[in-house]
T-cell receptor, first 115, second 109 residues
């Protein structure tokens, strides 16, 4: 595709509800990242995939957060039993190769509000 | 711990020049990125510095001093569309991007 796309763009969830956030990276991009961005803050790293392999999940804040990329393209970030502190923008980014010094291309983000 | 510091907010006048500073303390260094982020939109790449010195790209320039743990982004001939947040991010020894909180730049006519 022309760029990284994410869906839904906005999600309102009740506390305790499960949510699934989707990322479609640029076609052919090998590396994929998920970030969490709180209001007025920079993005915080959550997890990183190279193709279908999840190479780093050190940034996931709890075991309620789970990410997958089963076929090495589309990725889903799942949050179980959402809490109010999960409210943030979730950004996805991709890189063409496995070289992490390359520019990351970001999607528009999913704005999650947990009530 | 790892730390990236940049001013929270700056104001400048259309047509003028502004310099946004970033200081960092990270475990290792594999380069520094500047990204622009308009409100409600995705961050977009502006520059990457891994060696000391100034990189110029049109109206935008970025400077790096590794020994001082310091970078700046210089914006010339400011336009109203330059109103955005500017994020400084360092690639650490694990090749993980560590982000600053961003500098909100307000351009006044």
């Amino acid at each position: 595709g022309a760029g990284v796309s994410q869906s839904p763009r906005y999600k309102v969830a009740k506390r305790g509800q499960d949510v699934a956030l989707r990322c479609d990276p640029i076609s052919g991009h090998v590396s994929l990242f998920w970030y969490q961005q709180a209001l007025g803050q920079g993005p915080e790293f959550l997890t990183y995939f190279q193709n279908e392999a999840q190479l780093d999940k050190s940034g996931l804040p709890s075991d309620r957060f789970f990410a997958e990329r089963p076929e090495g393209s589309v990725s889903t970030l799942k949050i179980q039993r959402t809490q109010q502190e999960d409210s943030a923008v979730y950004l996805c980014a991709s890189i063409l190769s496995d070289s992490l010094v390359e520019t990351q291309y970001f999607g528009p983000g999913t704005r999650l509000l947990v009530l | 711990g790892q730390n990236i510091d940049q001013p929270t907010e700056m104001t400048a006048t259309e047509g003028a020049i502004v310099q946004i500073n970033c200081t960092y303390q990270t475990s290792g260094f594999n380069g520094l990125f500047w990204y622009q982020q308009h409100a409600g939109e995705a961050p977009t790449f502006l520059s990457y510095n891994v060696l000391d010195g100034l990189e110029e790209k049109g109206r935008f320039s970025s400077f790096l001093s590794r020994s001082k743990g310091y970078s700046y982004l210089l914006l010339k001939e400011l336009q109203m569309k330059d109103s955005a947040s500017y994020l400084c991010a360092v690639l650490d020894s694990n090749y993980q991007l560590i982000w600053g909180a961003g500098t909100k730049l307000i351009i006044k006519p």
